[in-house]
C-alpha cells in the first residue's frame, strides 16, 4: 500500500491513526501543500482533487477522502483491531458523530478555505483566527460535546474503545489547540481526547512526530 500523507493534513492524521491501529505500514509519499505539490501532474492522476490523503492498495485500487479511506481499511482488514461497531444503530451513531467533525467542523478551517479568506477576501490573520475560526470551532465543538452527553460515550466516543470518531475527534483538538481556541467548555471532549493520546496509535500519528514535518 502506498499512502500519500502531509503531516498538517488533519485528514490525514486521520488515516495515519487509522493505518497506526490497524498495524499497517505502508509505502509513504509526502505531497506539501504549502508548495503546491498537490497541483502536480503526477499527483492530479492518482487524485484529480488535488487533495490529501490518497492511497494506493497493493492491488492499485485507489481511495481518495479520509473517511472513505478508513471504512475501506476496516472492511479490508476484518482481522485487525475494528473502528466501527458491529451493531447497526451503534455504526449510525459513530457515523453521525464523525461526520458531525468531517463535514460540519473541519471544511470551514481547512487550509484551502483560511488562504480564500486572507488571499481573496482580505481578511486578516487574527480577524480570521478569532473571528473565523474560533467561532466555528466552539460552534462545531459544543455541538459534539452534546452529542456525547449519551449512555454509549464510554472511555472513548463510543464505548471502551476507540473508533471512527475518536480517529476525527483527535485531529480536530489539535488544530483547535493549535490556534489557541477555548476547549474547556468542552470536558467530555477533552477527556476523550486525553485517552486517545495515551494510546500508541494516535500518539504516533500527530504531525510533530511525522517524518516531513516543520515548525
Known amino acids: 500500500m502506498k499512502f500519500y500523507d502531509y503531516f498538517r493534513s488533519s485528514a490525514a492524521f486521520r488515516v495515519r491513526i487509522a493505518l497506526n491501529h490497524k498495524e499497517i505500514v505502508p509505502e509513504r509519499e509526502f505531497i506539501h501543500l504549502r508548495r503546491q505539490e498537490h ?19 497493493d492491488d492499485g485500487t485507489v481511495i481518495t ?11 479490508t482488514r476484518p ?9 447497526a444503530r451503534a455504526r449510525a451513531r459513530v457515523r453521525a458523530i464523525a461526520q458531525s ?5 473541519h471544511p470551514l478551517a481547512n487550509l484551502r478555505v483560511l488562504q480564500h479568506l486572507t488571499n481573496s477576501l482580505g481578511i486578516d490573520e487574527t480577524t ?20 456525547l452527553d449519551h ?16 480517529v476525527c475527534l483527535v485531529p480536530q483538538i489539535f488544530n483547535a489547540k493549535r490556534v489557541e481556541a477555548d476547549l474547556n467548555p468542552y470536558p467530555t471532549v477533552m477527556r476523550i481526547f ?6 500508541p496509535a494516535f500518539d504516533a500519528a500527530q504531525p510533530s512526530k511525522q517524518p516531513d514535518a516543520e515548525a
Open 39 to 57: 497541483r502536480a501532474p503526477d499527483y492530479l492522476k492518482i487524485n484529480p482533487q488535488g487533495l490529501v490523503p490518497a492511497i494506493v492498495d
Open 65 to 75: 477522502q479520509s473517511m472513505a479511506i478508513i471504512e475501506y481499511l476496516d472492511e
Open 79 to 87: 482481522d485487525m483491531p475494528p473502528l466501527m461497531p458491529d451493531d
Open 101 to 105: 467533525i468531517a463535514c460540519e467542523i
Open 128 to 147: 480570521r483566527t478569532e473571528a473565523w475560526y474560533h467561532h466555528w470551532v466552539a460552534t462545531g465543538l459544543a455541538g459534539i460535546e452534546g452529542l
Open 151 to 166: 449512555p454509549s460515550t464510554g472511555k472513548f466516543s463510543h464505548g471502551d474503545s476507540p473508533t471512527l470518531v475518536d
Open 194 to 199: 486525553d485517552n486517545c493520546m495515551q494510546l
